[in-house]
Nanobody
Framework: QVLLMESGGGLVQAGGSLRLSCAASKSIIEIKPMGWYRQAPGKQRELVATITIGGTPNYVDSVKGRFTISRDNAKNTVYLQMNSLKPEDTAAYFC???????????WGQGTQVTVSS
């Protein structure tokens, strides 16, 4: 069962924009999507942006001013608007969610973002 469904990745030229979405599927495990991480080939997975249930965002320095994370609690969905994309943003982007009742974290399957120069 896919608990977190990501969408919106793709190929874009440098300077372009993409919008990622992460929706938690309805299941007996209530999961709240909480943020985005990325992993480039040969590198460790790193935090990109997180957002609290109340909507307070947090960003890694390299994306500040370019990326915006938001959430729609009614849809249990988190978004990542990525503007002014750079080739170094190329990576697989993963959504991370949390089950507060189970005190466990869950990952989506990832969506590829490729930025050409």
């Amino acid at each position: 069962q896919v608990l977190l469904m990501e969408s919106g990745g793709g190929l874009v030229q440098a300077g372009g924009s993409l919008r990622l979405s992460c929706a938690a599927s309805k299941s007996i495990i209530e999961i709240k999507p909480m943020g985005w991480y990325r992993q480039a080939p040969g590198k460790q997975r790193e935090l990109v942006a997180t957002i609290t249930i109340g909507g307070t965002p947090n960003y890694v320095d390299s994306v500040k001013g370019r990326f915006t994370i938001s959430r729609d609690n009614a849809k249990n969905t988190v978004y990542l608007q990525m503007n002014s994309l750079k080739p170094e943003d190329t990576a697989a982007y993963f959504c991370k969610g949390t089950s507060y009742s189970l005190k466990a974290d869950y990952w989506g399957q990832g969506t590829q973002v490729t930025v050409s120069s």
